[in-house]
Structures are given as C-alpha cells and as structure tokens.
C-alpha cells in the first residue's frame, strides 16, 4: 500500500493528534500556500511520518518555524510531490518542500538541524518547487548558497 493512502486511513480512523493540528495550524497561514486544510494535514502528516519535518519551537511552546524536505533525484520536480511519491533515500538531491520561519536566524537554525538529520545534506543538490508564473517550476540552488546563508 502506497505510504499516503495508509496515512489516509489512519486519519480517518484516528484523527489528528493535538500537535499536528498546530503545526497544521501554522503552515496554513503561510501567504503562499496554495493547498486546501486537507492536503496541508495530509501534507504535515506525511513529513511527520517520514521524518522529513522540524518544527522549531519558542521558550513559551509557540511554533516559530517549519521545514519539510523530500529525498530525490535533481530531476523530480513537480510530479514528484503531486503524485505523492515516496522519498528515494539514495537519491541526489534534497528538494525543500515548505519553509517558513519567523525569522533568519530561525532559518539558519533549522538549516543546522536539517544537516544533522540529513548529513549528505551538504553534498547533494538541494532543490525546491516555486512557482514563477502560472506554473510550478523547479530550481536548482548553487552549492555556495548554504554557505552564505549561514554566514550572512
């Protein structure tokens, strides 16, 4: 069974636990998310499941950031994330799906994070999804791009 028609099913058998529902709760007021409250919980739940989220919390448990990621290939693009393909872990690339933090040392914080969980992070292509236009197009960061963000 496809991860996320097993996920599927177990929302609709168990719900969504208390958390999730706040992490939901601040992805959704993102200004670029185009997705309906179903998807963003399907979406929060998937990245929960295959441990491709970090939510950064404040000293009064108040969310301050999200980041979710896929493991891919620098040639997946769109498809890859509307057909809800699974994460290929031998992939080359790391295709950032959401970003959202409160501000950029929040950023540079679950970037750090994000390569203690993902240590190839460094070495891979690292990719995201924007949309220019009418159409979702994939971009393919420089490798120096990292680097000025955490120093900057």
């Not at 929302?11 to 999730?20: A, C, S």
């Not at 939510?55 to 057909?83: A, H, L, S």
Request: aromatic share 12%; proline share 2%; net charge positive.
């Amino acid at each position: 069974m496809k991860l996320i028609n097993y996920l599927k099913y177990l929302l609709d058998k168990q719900g969504l636990p208390e958390e999730t529902k706040k992490i939901v709760e601040y992805v959704s007021k993102d200004e670029n998310n185009l997705w309906g409250k179903d998807v963003v919980e399907l979406l929060v739940c998937y990245h929960i499941f295959k441990k491709t989220i970090i939510t950064i919390y404040n000293d009064n448990r108040d969310i301050i950031g999200v980041f979710m990621w896929y493991n891919c290939n620098t040639t997946d693009g769109w498809d890859f994330i509307k057909n809800w393909e699974e994460d290929k872990k031998d992939g080359d690339a790391i295709m950032l799906g959401f970003l959202k933090a409160d501000n950029m040392n929040i950023v540079k914080g679950g970037i750090l994070e994000l390569v203690k969980i993902e240590p190839n992070f460094l070495h891979k292509q690292l990719t995201a999804i924007r949309k220019k236009g009418k159409e979702p197009r994939l971009i393919k960061y420089k490798n120096n791009f990292l680097h000025k963000l955490l120093k900057s």
